[in-house]
DNA sequence: TTGCCTCTCAAACGTATGTTTCAAACAGGC
DNA sequence: GCCTGTTTGAAACATACGTTTGAGAGGCAA
């Protein structure tokens, strides 16, 4: 019973402070005395900071990509051999993250947080771990939303697919700031499940635009759709 | 001669090394070795680290918010007393950053990703900072946005403006790199002006895009006007 | 020259960090 | 009971950080 509980209090103590303050400014006395566990506990269990810090993410992921590589077998065998929309695509990844089983209330929004951290923060190790671990399913995500916008040459999905990436990780990376801005400015209340409702229509359009490459300044229209 | 020579190379160093590294990631000793400086000039000529930071800052912004103000000078009265379009408004923006003189050929990459740096980490001091000091710029900036997209609510435009300023700021963050890729993928060179040309018609579709809210995975649906 | 002010330099300071150590407490099988 | 492997605890360790100190170098006016 000790050990588990232990494991467990640092997990949730060192997810929490990741999400608040970043990773290089959560110490690891932070965490253990947020926990309640010797300082030492950190280094028995799980061998170092960095390791803590895979633990933490792989606790979320790997369920995560497990039940997301079912959602698009489920996508694919339902569309045949016609490819997926993007949309289809798009909600596949929001309702699989949306789904996951909740440890509290925050913790969608604490786990976007880290997500978009790990893509922000220069972390190596980070993302040398995420990329080995689930670049698979990544990669998989990839080409459904290739094989969805065949209309695009592939220099223009190229960089649409970082705009994409940029407005996701930016703003979840931030959501929960950004959250309490506009509960002050304008009076509303805002959940994760709301904001993935309003990114994906805003992505699936940028996606689809027309492209207005040779308006210039002077100009006028880019037609939109 | 001595005076300037240091505080340049310090603030060269720092804007390179924080760019690729974030802040709390770079010490005042990798940049003061990096500037061939000694340690205590970085306090002795800005006082602490956070003030260098500032400065870093302070130096691109303050011709850059200037440059703007100017462009959206012309904007408005070319506009008369009809509202500027959105593409006008995000053309000014994009133009102006591409217009101002740069230290050299990665300045506006480097700055970009110093400008995402500065939103997704959490330096309280360094959001004040760039509020009270840049604040009113970027306030007319939000009143244009908010003229020339009247079809969206309140809080729809706010998050489409994050999501905005999340492809924006991310996307310029790592161009450099991004290009190299794109080079090295597809054969394609490509400038910062074209990502922009690129960028443009994408956001532009992205906040005029249809609401899809009631499109929600379960049953509830989330009610935002 | 002398005096003054600005700037540089090497060294040190105090503090916080990640990590290690080793003894004590605890569990379960014999 | 005793023994064995696992987990906790308080303390210390080495290192890196931002900042401060005080001596001295250099330029410039009187």
Redesign the pocket.
């Known amino acids: 019973?000790?050990?588990s509980?232990?494991?467990d209090r640092i997990l949730n103590a060192a997810e929490e402070l990741f999400a608040d303050r970043g990773f290089?400014e959560?110490?690891?006395?932070?965490i253990t005395s947020k926990a309640k566990?010797?300082?030492?506990?950190?280094?028995?269990?799980f061998?170092?900071?960095?390791a803590?810090i895979h633990a933490v993410f792989a606790r979320f992921l790997t369920p995560f990509s497990a039940t997301l590589e079912k959602a698009f077998d489920e996508l694919e065998s339902k569309c045949g051999d016609k490819p997926a929309t993007l949309d289809q695509t798009l909600s596949a990844l929001t309702e699989s993250a949306i789904r996951m089983p909740q440890r509290n209330e925050k913790g969608i929004s604490i786990f976007m947080r880290l997500l978009g951290l790990a893509y922000t923060q220069s972390q190596g190790h980070l993302r040398k771990f995420l990329e080995q671990q689930y670049g698979k399913t990544f990669n998989r995500f990839m080409r459904l939303l290739k094989e969805a916008t065949p209309q695009l040459s592939a220099v223009d999905r190229y960089w649409r697919i970082q705009f994409m990436l940029g407005a996701t990780a930016f703003t979840m990376s931030s959501s929960d700031a950004l959250r309490g801005i506009l509960e002050n400015k304008l009076g509303v209340e805002t959940t994760v499940q709301e904001i993935a409702a309003r990114l994906v229509p805003f992505l699936a359009a940028g996606m689809q635009a027309k492209d207005a490459m040779l308006v210039s300044t002077a100009g006028d229209n880019t037609s939109v759709a």
Chains 1, 2 share one sequence.
């Open positions: 019973m000790a050990q509980d232990t494991v290089s959560t110490s690891l006395r932070m566990v010797n300082l030492a506990a950190v280094n028995y269990h061998g170092s900071k960095n803590l």
